[in-house]
């Protein structure tokens, strides 16, 4: 069965903090799609990232940096140096092949001024 | 290129109604996906279509259901309401069914039923 897990519910950051959201995946599957979602306050779900399992290359994208660790099923989220605007929850999401996409909790991140 | 749409934003319906969400998918996607999302929790697949067949369905009874449009757009149906139906409605759109594919979400239909 697959199942995405992010143990960290909610998270405040003073801004221009780094903040790092964890995510934990499991499944059976060998290809395997993994994806981060921004959920602000007006309910749109932003697409982020998307990263399949062959390629473990992390990424960066401005602030925003990726690090996929198949040894150790992770898919980890980091903001460099925060700001208000990050605010909003966040999910990770994997998919198999032929498998519909699972969401995990979300974490909740609030940044302060 | 004109991104997911939703409709309604908004809606109130009382225990026991029908109601029925719609969706107009991405320019250029024939896919599309319906989430619930209760308050606080992760998104819950309920089905996708694909070219106007079901391609798949979540663990949500049959008064869950679906059409899709020759046009791609989409709607959910939901019959006899209950209090846990009470949830934000998320659409996506892509494109195919490889696996592959990136969804793209909608601004959500936000129902409360009383």
């Known amino acids: 069965a697959q199942k995405v897990t992010q143990a960290q519910t909610e998270i405040s950051v003073v801004e221009k903090e780094d903040v790092t959201l964890d995510c934990v995946y499991e499944t059976r599957d060998t290809t395997y799609y993994l994806f981060w979602y921004k959920q602000p306050p007006s309910g749109e779900l932003v697409f982020l990232i998307r990263r399949n399992s062959f390629d473990e290359q992390n990424e960066i994208s401005g602030r925003y940096s990726w690090n996929f660790q198949k040894s150790t099923s992770s898919f980890n989220f980091t903001i460099t140096a925060s700001q208000v605007v990050d605010s909003a929850v966040y999910f990770c999401a994997l998919k198999t092949s032929y498998d519909k996409v699972i969401f995990g909790p979300g974490t909740s991140l609030s940044v302060i001024p | 290129e004109t991104g997911v749409t939703q409709s309604p934003t908004h809606l109130i319906k009382t225990r026991g109604q029908q109601v029925t969400l719609r969706c107009s998918s991405q320019?250029?996607?024939?896919?599309v996906s319906w989430y619930q999302q209760a308050l606080g929790q992760g998104p819950q697949f309920i089905f996708q279509?694909?070219?106007?067949?079901?391609?798949g369905r979540g663990n949500f009874p049959p008064r869950f259901s679906g059409l899709q449009f020759p046009n791609y757009s989409s709607e959910l149906n939901v019959n006899a309401l209950e209090l846990d139906d009470s949830a934000l409605y998320l659409c996506?759109?892509?494109?195919?069914?490889?696996?592959?594919?990136?969804?793209?979400f909608g601004p959500g239909t936000r129902l409360l039923v009383l």
């Open positions: 279509y694909y070219r106007e067949e079901e391609n």
């Open positions: 996506a759109s892509s494109f195919g069914t490889s696996g592959r594919e990136t969804q793209y």
């Open positions: 320019s250029g996607h024939n896919t």
